[in-house]
T-cell receptor
């Protein structure tokens, strides 16, 4: 989607190294999310942000940290990459899920991360 | 515990046949309901959503879904499958009152195969 970009698109890294994935949006949406997608598990929420410097953990947050210093950027960091973190990572943004809101999530194209 | 379940990890239909992808949720509060589609090597795209009002929701590409509160279901249907419908489909649910919960919980996905 044109309003949200993820970088890099592909990355291979070695076990034990730090890795940072970037999500950048041009929609000025308040909410940003990081999910990982694995076969048989669907998408699982890692961390999310509900504003600048406001973040919270999702269901699979161990081994991950995030930062959001400005509205448009949401960074996901693997402090010390492990093979179990090999996955496809998706960033998503949303404005609101209020009952009378037309908005849902908009997803980025994903980052395929391989930890060897 | 609140959860979402997609019945059938893989559904195969013939071109022109009815498509039925099942989604059930468990919740003590009324949910917001979504269906997303993911084509190979792409991000997720919103097909349709139910937030309030009419329980039969029409989406893109000829898909529709009906929210049945008594059955806690939100099944996705399409009268006649096309080859281009082959993709993975995800049901997603959000809970919360007054817009306080902006997190989506995804099912594990259903891979739709369309045979010529």
């Amino acid at each position: 989607d044109a309003g949200i970009t993820q970088s890099p698109r592909h990355k291979v890294t070695e076990t034990g190294t730090p890795v940072t994935l970037r999500c950048h949006q041009t929609e000025n949406h308040r909410y940003m999310y990081w999910y990982r997608q694995d076969p048989g598990h669907g998408l699982r929420l890692i961390h999310y942000s509900y504003g600048v410097k406001d973040t919270d953990k999702g269901e699979v947050s161990d081994g991950y940290s995030v930062s959001r210093s400005k509205t448009e950027d949401f960074l996901l960091t693997l402090e010390s990459a492990t093979s179990s973190q090999t996955s496809v990572y998706f960033c998503a943004i949303s404005e609101s899920l209020l009952r009378d809101s037309p908005y849902g999530y908009t997803f980025g194209s994903g980052t395929r991360l391989t930890v060897v | 515990a609140q959860s979402v379940t997609q019945l059938g990890s893989h559904v195969s239909v013939s071109e022109g046949a009815l498509v039925l992808l099942r989604c059930n949720y468990s919740s003590s509060v009324p949910p917001y309901l979504f269906w997303y589609v993911q084509y190979p090597n792409q991000g997720l795209q919103l097909l349709l959503k139910y937030t309030t009002g009419a329980t039969l929701v029409k989406g893109i590409n000829g898909f529709e879904a009906e929210f049945k509160k008594s059955e806690t279901s939100f099944h996705l249907t399409k009268p006649s499958a096309h080859m281009s419908d082959a993709a993975e489909y995800f049901c997603a649910v959000s809970w919360g009152l007054g817009g306080s919960n902006y997190k989506l919980t995804f099912g594990k996905g259903t891979l739709l195969t369309v045979n010529p």
